[in-house]
């Protein structure tokens, strides 16, 4: 597959191709990068697919989003550090999960969602400085404040840790809210139906056996979060 110029890649705002239009359920679908952008800001973990030699993977990923870019960790060890980068086309995808939707009936069942899908080409982040801005970037991203409280990574740690760019070519997002759709003849039915929320909290924060500082304020403060 050719690589996307420049010129040919959709603008912010502007009309989603056929690889990024949702086809089921098109209604939930959302293209404004904004509304992407928010999706992705609000994850940290997504999985990154490719094929090589016609074999599919879908490797799980931690990220941060800069721009125009999602900065992907891993190591230098792993498969796709090494096969990924260049033009293999590439396809990030986030989902945030945020309720159960109990219906009456066990087909309308659903869950209420928030996804994003991005499709583009990767290079690895070389430059020192670029890629310790990319770390704590990420750090900060999953723990606001913790960059200014822990010890950057030395020379040895950045060697054998691989910092990915994803470009953002194409993105679209899909979003599922609301409560249960049944059939009008299921509304009379004795079964209780609605939604029951979930979310992605943070417990009590439990000290290593040899800290020698108190629980700092920032992760309090993504305890109450």
């Known amino acids: ?15 989603p191709s056929a690889r990024t239009r949702v086809a089921r359920h098109p209604e939930r ?19 990154l697919a490719f094929a090589l030699d016609g074999q599919p993977y879908a490797m799980p ?29 590439l396809c990030f995808t986030v989902t945030l999960i945020d309720g159960l939707v109990l219906a009456r009936s066990a087909f309308n069942h659903s869950v209420n ?3 994003a899908v991005v499709l583009g080409r990767a290079h690895a982040v070389t430059d ?19 960059t200014s409280d822990a010890r950057q990574a030395d020379a040895g740690e950045l060697k054998a840790t691989e910092i990915i760019a994803l470009e953002i070519e194409e993105a679209s997002a899909k979003v599922r809210s609301g409560g249960p759709v049944d059939k009008r003849k299921d509304m009379q039915m004795p079964i209780w139906a609605g939604v029951l929320p979930l979310a992605l909290v943070a417990g ?19 305890l109450r979060a």
């Open 128 to 146: 020192r400085a670029r890629k310790l801005r990319a770390m704590d970037l990420l750090v900060d991203h999953i723990i606001p404040g913790r």
């Open 29 to 47: 679908g959302l293209y404004e990068r904004e509304q992407v952008d928010a999706i992705l800001d609000a994850g940290f973990y997504g999985h």
């Open 61 to 89: 990923m931690l990220y941060v989003r800069d721009g125009d870019e999602l900065f992907l960790h891993g190591s230098v060890k792993g498969r796709f550090a090494r096969e990924i980068v260049g033009d293999v086309p």
């Open 113 to 115: 969602y928030r996804s």
């Open 1 to 15: 597959m050719a690589a996307t110029k420049a010129s040919e890649r959709p603008r912010r705002g502007s009309a």
């Open 204 to 222: 009590e924060p439990v000290s290593d056996e040899q800290a020698r500082a108190p629980v700092p304020e920032y992760v309090k403060r993504r």
